[in-house]
């Protein structure tokens, strides 16, 4: 459950069309107008992965590694990666274990409110097992613990994740890096969790970024951010639990509806805002887990085989109501 009483945060959602989103253990709202991303990079529409490309078979290890990373003065932006690793799979995650031989497509997590990167550490381990790069921002004034909360730069979130994928993908010609030449940059997601879920709405929408293929929205809505999704099609997978009683259902949604693209909306009728994605003893979270994962796997490999995984993957178990239009 979020801190902030429910009432209030409805009632600002009222007042003002603003924008809410938490982890699962907090809750806020925001302003409505997003600071948009750097318009420095390539605006050319991106190629559809390789049709006949197949993911890892099996799951790998895992190791993760930090970055210090900055966007102005007041913006800090640790970041976590997971990858994947050489070594036996299964094993829990190793700081600074050798990267796996192989060039692996990218995805950029983004946390909620009062979140940390690490809170989703057991879904974006399995996320790098199944053959990605996930980078995990805290984000400056909305993490968790830091010296300033500030609810409404959640707008400002999309320019930071700009900012952190531009680092992480130049990883991939940087001199020495662990993961040069490991990157495939080509193939970039982008995946976030209420207010992170809002954020990535954000990175096809106010502040769109061309080189993202995909995108998974975690119980997150458009409040703040809109829904004037543009640019190349990249699909959408929206995953929102309907016991949500931070940001509804119904505010999933809508921005759902509003994808002109291949989408698939995954319902939890079980789910609340967070548990299913933290807890990996809930029955929930293999639910997302796999169904993410057969997702990326083929938005970011061109896996075809995945695809037809994905409505299995979603209803296992009877947990899970799956709208496919991808």
Same mark, same amino acid.
């Given at each position: ?83 994947? $690793? ?43 097992? !199944?053959?990605?790069?996930? +980078? ?24 930071? +994740? !700009? ?11 940087? *001199? ?56 190349? *099609? ?70 075809? $085989? ?21």
């Amino acid at each position: 459950m979020c801190r902030a009483p429910l009432a209030a945060v409805l009632a600002a959602v009222l007042a003002g069309g603003v924008l809410t989103g938490c982890s699962a253990r907090d809750a806020g709202q925001a302003g409505p107008t997003a600071t948009p991303a750097p318009t420095t990079r390539p605006s050319s529409a991106r190629t559809p992965p390789p049709a006949d490309r197949t993911a890892p078979a099996t799951a790998l290890a895992v190791g993760t590694r930090r970055l210090a990373l900055t966007r102005g003065a007041d913006r800090p932006l640790p970041v976590t990666i997971w990858y994947p $690793a050489r070594g036996a799979a299964g094993d829990e995650p190793r700081a600074g274990a050798p990267v796996a031989a192989g060039r692996f497509p990218v995805a950029l997590f983004s946390h909620g409110l009062h979140g940390r990167p690490e809170d989703y550490a057991p879904l974006l381990a399995r996320w790098a097992a !199944a053959g990605f790069v996930v +980078a995990a921002p805290a984000y400056p004034h909305t993490a968790r613990d830091v010296a300033r909360f500030e609810v409404f730069d959640v707008v400002n979130q999309p320019a930071d +994740a !700009a900012h952190v994928l531009t680092a992480v993908l130049g990883l991939d010609k940087a *001199a020495r890096d662990p993961l040069r030449g490991h990157l495939d940059t080509e193939r970039v997601a982008a995946a976030g969790h209420s207010a992170g879920g809002i954020t990535t709405v954000g990175l096809f929408t106010a502040a769109r970024d061309p080189r993202l293929d995909a995108g998974i929205v975690l119980a997150g809505s458009a409040l703040g951010v809109g829904t004037a999704f543009s640019g190349a *099609a990249a699909p959408q997978l929206f995953v929102h639990g309907e016991r949500d009683d931070v940001v509804s259902h119904a505010a999933g949604r809508a921005a759902y509806d509003a994808v002109p693209w291949p989408k698939a909306m995954l319902s939890l009728p079980g789910a609340d805002h967070g548990g299913s994605l933290l807890r990996s003893d809930n029955p929930l979270f293999t639910v997302v887990a796999d169904t993410t994962v057969e997702f990326l796997r083929w938005t970011l490999y061109g896996d075809r $085989a995945a695809k037809r995984r994905l409505p299995a993957a979603a209803t296992r178990g009877g947990l899970g109501v799956l709208e496919n239009r991808l």
